[in-house]
């Protein structure tokens, strides 16, 4: 891919103010895309990622919207047609993670997380369905923890297991308008989202578990999200790729 891949496409990226969709935000940028940060809270982080295009000479604009609230992802749509003639590239990055042994999760853990991550990406791909351009692109976030079997995670890992299946049941009503949809599932990244509330000591045992000895990168999910996004990635529809080092 060069410098150009991307030039004249629009790319709404949700959840784009940190972590692995800030860095996708700012890689499709830097191919010639003009991008729609989404941000739900973060307003001064998604602010500095638009900054940050800018200054590059790129074009952004920073959208808020919670995709756990349809009505705000039609505004979400509205606003990026308003400001860049229409959408080709959906990126359904958004995501929350709560991780409680089976015990201690409440009623409010299990909705808000299902609310933003199976039901958000779900309407986000109808809302795409009635108005991303032919020919486009759509990539949702899954998780390579479906494949693992980790104590505290089920709630979390179930969500991204509905990702999968949406994915996978909605490639062949894509299909007809030349729209692929695929999922990539990424392993433990060195990401805020990931650090937060683990021991060194964790963190040493879950680098231990991929092939590579080390987390990984923001980059390394970018690079697979751009591959899938490409000309070069027209036959590739209703596909999980587990991107990890060979965490599993």
């Known amino acids: 891919m060069t410098h150009s891949d991307f ?10 103010s940190r972590g692995i969709g800030r860095e996708i935000a700012l890689a499709f940028a830097e191919r010639g895309a003009q991008v729609v940060v989404n941000y739900s809270g ?3 982080k998604a602010e ?27 505004s979400l749509f509205d606003q990026a047609i308003e400001a860049f003639g229409g959408v080709d590239i959906l990126i359904n990055c958004a995501g929350l993670m709560t991780t ?22 779900f309407f986000a791909c109808q809302e795409a369905f009635r108005r991303l351009n032919e020919q486009g692109r759509i990539i949702n976030f ?11 995670y ?22 007809p308008k030349g729209i692929t949809i ?8 060195n990401t805020e989202l990931f650090m937060e509330g683990k021991s060194e000591q964790q963190i040493a045992g879950i680098v231990g578990m991929n092939s ?8 390394d999910i970018a690079g697979t999200v751009l591959f899938l996004a490409s000309e070069q990635a027209r036959w590739i529809t209703g596909q999980t790729v587990r991107v990890n080092g060979g965490f599993v």
């Open 7 to 16: 030039n004249a496409k629009t790319v709404l990226v949700t959840g784009a």
């Open 42 to 44: 973060s307003r001064d």
């Open 48 to 74: 500095d990622v638009v900054r940050q295009i800018e200054s590059g000479g790129g074009k952004a604009i920073a959208v808020q919207a919670d995709i756990a609230r349809v009505s705000e992802i039609g």
């Open 100 to 121: 409680k042994p089976l015990a201690q999760i409440t009623e409010d853990d299990f909705d808000r997380q299902f609310a933003v991550n199976a039901k958000g990406t």
């Open 142 to 152: 899954s998780t390579s923890v479906t494949g693992a079997m980790f104590p505290g």
């Open 154 to 175: 089920s709630v979390y890992a179930g969500t991204k297991g509905a990702v999968e299946q949406f994915t996978r049941q909605l490639a062949k009503e894509f299909g």
């Open 182 to 189: 695929n999922a990539v599932a990424p392993g433990p990244v």
């Open 212 to 219: 590579f000895g080390r987390l990984g990168e923001t980059e």
